[in-house]
């Protein structure tokens, strides 16, 4: 296998491997596509310059974004009522600052003649370092994590060690892997037995139980209103909100958990406070929690807030805020830009950085609002004191594209990391209950106003990953790509495959 030439053809390569790995997420699930894309970059990158790796490393980043968040357009023009040139231009705009952080790893120092080093360990320590990067550059954008892909394959037992990234970077040097047996050379075959042995090792992984069952399972009912944005940001939109919040929970009064979605009541508590008062009476008479999506105010400041209401206690305030979409970055310059900068939502403060779980159905449950979710830190701060997660969206914002279906299963690898089940309301798109293995057990379908009626069964303990995070990871990437990048000169010192460095690939 000869390593790929200069000009127009890798970049075009590069880009149509990019545009391949969201195939391997959800709604897809096709995997081997998202390890055969990955193999590619690495196949792509070797040998490279620093100049050239940072362009084809943008050319697969492109191809990445462009097909797996084009939902985003979805957004701005189809719910934020911009003219289709803005909202594309918005888009490609977001699309190429991702694609950039995408290949500031890869372009950071040249690749050239590290061969079987680079393939089985820089190409899988800068793969980690990136999504690293991505989790907090320009306040982060931990999307479309190569890890999401194998949420359904052995590999996903690595989860409650090393978390998403864990779990993408052993299929980064699988990948690695795989253009090493393909580039000849002795020793080609020990990592592809490594690669090979990782599967039945995960499988066994899956069996340990890192935590335990707290008690009972607790009934719960998920309301999912299916309100479009615009329906409920004006005094009728409210009041038909209210109705219908009402109409669906009815027959579900009586259940330990009953929640309502993402700014369920998109007003502050003062002013809805009859409503609320008569919610909290029926849910006490009930002996039920009732936990909802509201807009807190406090001191001139509005929060995306969740109160607990009738047999619980505790408030939250959402401390990850989508950029754009609930504040306004250089908003002296930007406020009254383009009318997708006004929305009445995009003004919102950051809760504190730390806040105790939610008591509800006798659980403490560690709670993400929408965009906090894909967060695999922010969730493991908390995740690790409580007995289930927590997570109320508002989908409804991706419209028909591959957004939900993309969250759900971040969601579900939340679950996975901590081995807690995840409770997810939302306003429309994807309502679900997810067990602690990752298994959704029940949903309702898109676009339906409805209730989900089941049970989630607390657990408490801690897994590795929500005890250290991703700080682990991180500093063996480091270390592995240091390795990568060392010059062996000492008589007798070898790093693995130094014995075939005169072989005609270097491999």
Same mark, same amino acid.
């Given at each position: ?101 995408? &290949?500031?790893?890869? /372009? *950071?120092?040249?690749?050239? $003649? @590290?061969? !079987? %080093?680079? #393939?089985? +360990?820089?190409?899988? =320590? ?45 299929? &980064?040097?699988?990948? /690695? *892997?795989?253009?090493?047996? $393909? @580039?000849? !050379? %002795?020793? #080609?075959? +020990?990592?592809?037995? =490594? ?50 919040? *009402? ?6 009064? !009586? ?253």
């Amino acid at each position: 296998m000869t390593l790929p030439g200069k000009g127009f053809a890798p970049l075009a390569a590069a880009l149509a491997g990019g545009a391949l790995l969201p195939l391997g997420l959800a709604p897809f699930g096709w995997w081997p596509l998202a390890l055969a894309s990955t193999a590619l970059l690495a196949w792509l990158l070797e040998g490279s310059s620093a100049r050239t790796a940072l362009a084809r490393g943008f050319c697969y980043g492109v191809g990445l974004f462009a097909a797996g968040v084009h939902w985003v357009y979805v957004s701005i023009h189809h719910f934020g009522g911009e003219a289709p040139w803005i909202a594309f231009l918005l888009t490609a705009g977001l699309v190429a600052l991702l694609a950039a952080c995408f &290949a500031l790893p890869f /372009g *950071a120092v040249p690749l050239a $003649g @590290r061969g !079987g %080093r680079f #393939r089985l +360990l820089g190409f899988p =320590a800068l793969w980690l370092l990136g999504e690293w990067l991505r989790s907090w550059w320009l306040t982060g954008f931990p999307w479309l994590y190569l890890g999401y892909a194998f949420t359904d394959t052995p590999l996903a037992g690595f989860a409650p060690l090393g978390g998403v990234l864990g779990v993408g970077g052993l299929a &980064a040097w699988a990948a /690695g *892997a795989l253009v090493h047996l $393909g @580039r000849g !050379g %002795r020793w #080609r075959l +020990l990592p592809l037995a =490594a690669v090979l042995a990782a599967w039945p090792a995960g499988a066994a992984l899956e069996r340990i139980d890192w935590t335990r069952a707290a008690g009972p399972a607790r009934s719960v009912a998920l309301v999912q209103p299916a309100l479009l944005p615009q329906q409920k940001w004006d005094e009728e939109g409210l009041y038909q909100s209210l109705v219908r919040l *009402a109409e669906l929970s009815a027959p579900h009064w !009586g259940v330990d958990l009953l929640v309502w979605p993402e700014t369920a009541i998109p007003a502050p508590p003062d002013e809805v406070a009859p409503f609320l008062s008569r919610v909290d009476e029926l849910a006490r008479a009930a002996g039920t929690a009732l936990v909802t999506g509201i807009v807190l105010r406090e001191g001139g400041r509005y929060y995306n807030g969740v109160v607990v209401l009738g047999a619980g206690d505790g408030s939250y305030r959402k401390r990850h805020l989508v950029p754009f979409g609930e504040y306004l970055p250089l908003d002296r310059w930007l406020r009254g830009l383009i009318r997708f900068f006004d929305r009445p939502m995009s003004d919102f403060a950051a809760g504190p950085p730390r806040q105790a779980p939610l008591a509800a159905a006798g659980s403490a449950l560690a709670v993400a609002i929408c965009y906090e979710i894909v967060f695999p830190d922010l969730v493991a701060r908390d995740a690790a004191a409580a007995q289930g997660i927590l997570t109320l969206s508002n989908d409804v914002w991706f419209g028909d594209s591959l957004g939900p279906h993309q969250h759900l299963q971040m969601a579900r690898m939340r679950a996975l990391e901590h081995q807690k089940p995840v409770v997810r309301a939302t306003n429309d798109g994807i309502t679900a209950l997810i067990d602690e293995r990752g298994r959704v057990v029940a949903r309702l379908p898109r676009f339906a106003a409805a209730a989900l009626k089941g049970e989630f069964r607390p657990r408490e303990g801690a897994t590795p990953y929500a005890r250290w995070g991703s700080r682990p990871l991180v500093v063996l990437a480091l270390v592995l790509f240091a390795l990568s990048t060392r010059r062996w000169s000492a008589p007798g010192r070898r790093e693995f495959g130094a014995r075939v460095a005169h072989s005609p690939d270097g491999s």
